[in-house]
Nanobody, 118 residues
Framework: QVQVVESGGGLVQAGGSLRLSCRAS????????MGWYRQVPGKQRDLVAI???????NYGDSVQGRFTISRDNAKNTVYLQMNSLKPEDTAVYYC????????????WGQGTQVTVSS
């Protein structure tokens, strides 16, 4: 079992930057991919960025070129550097860690609020 805790959300003005962190604990030797999703009330949770165990990366279309995901395997931590923030980036950001050897499991954090003011 893997536990996931996010940190780093907050309030920022448009054009500013924030860095989110997500640390995994527990059975970390089974971790596969680590990623970030975001959700606004009444809408589905959307992919922001994901990084695989081998370093492959995918970004959501709306954040390409502005956000950067990185991963420190020694610390079992994934980061999301968010630059050039826009009001439409306002959401609760969730970290998801995929773990498992045979069967795969989704492990979600509690979410961290990011608010971008215009």
């Amino acid at each position: 079992q893997v536990q996931v805790v996010e940190s780093g959300g907050g309030l920022v003005q448009a054009g500013g930057s924030l860095r989110l962190s997500c640390r995994a604990s527990g059975s970390t030797f089974t971790i596969r991919s680590m990623g970030w999703y975001r959700q606004v009330p009444g809408k589905q949770r959307d992919l922001v960025a994901i990084i695989g165990s081998g370093g492959s990366i995918n970004y959501g279309d709306s954040v390409q070129g502005r956000f950067t995901i990185s991963r420190d395997n020694a610390k079992n931590t994934v980061y999301l550097q968010m630059n050039s923030l826009k009001p439409e980036d306002t959401a609760v950001y969730y970290c998801k860690v995929i773990s498992g050897r045979g069967a795969l499991y989704e492990n979600w954090g509690q979410g961290t609020q990011v608010t971008v003011s215009s």
